[in-house]
């Protein structure tokens, strides 16, 4: 056999060996010793930006980024060098997570917001609070019913004292500063709502011309009340899909106040769920919005500059320059 004919064979094998390696990561990724993806993109160092469009944290510009976490919500806020984290992710995204504060430059957060008492959005709240000094940490009131427990982290009150952070339960119309924007409190919870899906917290953050908003988990019955409270003033230039692109999410009535232009989907490739489902994404369409979806296209970063809103991914970056 010669020695072209080797090194054809060898490549061969070692694209088997790699498909192999990719199917084993996809079905049991985040089980055991099998690494996710989001974990083996943290050890291999992909960053969430190519230098040349990571903007400066003291410009004036506004940055979101929605982490890749897996099927969970993580999103950071920058503003003026201020630094706003919206849930934490599930607890298997803590190496990704940390490791994308880390690269971001982040030091500080003056606030981290949790959204409502799922493990999907607070699994890695110790992590953070050890590693990151935080100011505050806003949480909605929710008080469990029979049929639903309260799924905080255990001794979060013991995390939040260690890290000097002051706990505060939001309220609706409740407001606060990052940098030269506001984060507003929309929804705060709500005791009476029939799931705590619907007691999330729902935030609209706003800087200039930017706005942001995140429901959380909410489902159709919080987003009527978002609606039958604010009404048109919902509109947003960036929205992240509620409850993961969920169908119980997202309606035609709530997206045609909210108006967005883009709309960010967090969740996990080929998750249990089926989001984003079909339904959400006919509605984001139905109301001309741009869809980016984490599952497809990584972690995602919406830069606002110059009242346009640029978007890079982590796939944009991991593609080799034509």
Known sequence: ??????????????????????????????KGIVPSWQTLRARL????????????????????????????????????GSYCLIDTGPAEAEDALLYDLQTLDVETLDYLVLTHPHADHTGNVRAVLQNFPVAAVLLPSWQPNGEETADWPRHLADYAADSGAEIITAAAGDSFPLGSGTLDILQGGSDDAD?????????????????????????????????????????????????????????LAFLQA?????????????????????????????????????????????????????????????????
Request: hydrophobic fraction near 40%; glycine fraction near 10%; charge should be negative.
């Open 195 to 251: 799931n705590v899906n619907d007691a999330s917290l729902c935030t609209l953050f706003t800087a200039g011309d930017f706005r942001f908003l995140d429901t959380g988990d909410a489902e159709e019955a919080a987003e009527q009340r978002l609606l039958d409270t604010y009404g048109a003033t919902l509109h947003a230039t960036l929205f992240k899909a509620g409850h993961h692109g969920s169908y119980t999410s997202n309606s």
């Open 45 to 80: 160092g992909v960053p969430l930006q190519t230098e040349e469009s990571a903007p400066q944290a003291s410009d004036g510009t506004t940055t979101v980024y929605v982490l890749d976490v897996g099927q969970g919500d993580a999103v950071l806020l920058c503003q003026d």
């Open 258 to 322: 909210v108006r967005p232009g883009a709309v960010a989907v967090s969740c996990g490739l080929d998750n249990d769920y089926g989001h984003p489902h079909r339904a959400a994404l006919q509605n984001f369409a139905e109301v001309g919005a741009e869809v980016y979806r984490t599952d497809l296209q990584g972690s995602l970063t919406f830069v606002w500059q110059n009242n346009a809103l640029h978007v890079e991914t982590t796939a944009d970056i991991a593609e080799p320059a034509a």
């Open 1 to 30: 056999m010669t020695g072209k004919c080797l090194r054809r064979l060898a490549a061969c094998v070692l694209a088997g060996m790699l498909v192999i390696v990719a199917f084993v990561i996809q079905f049991a990724g985040g």
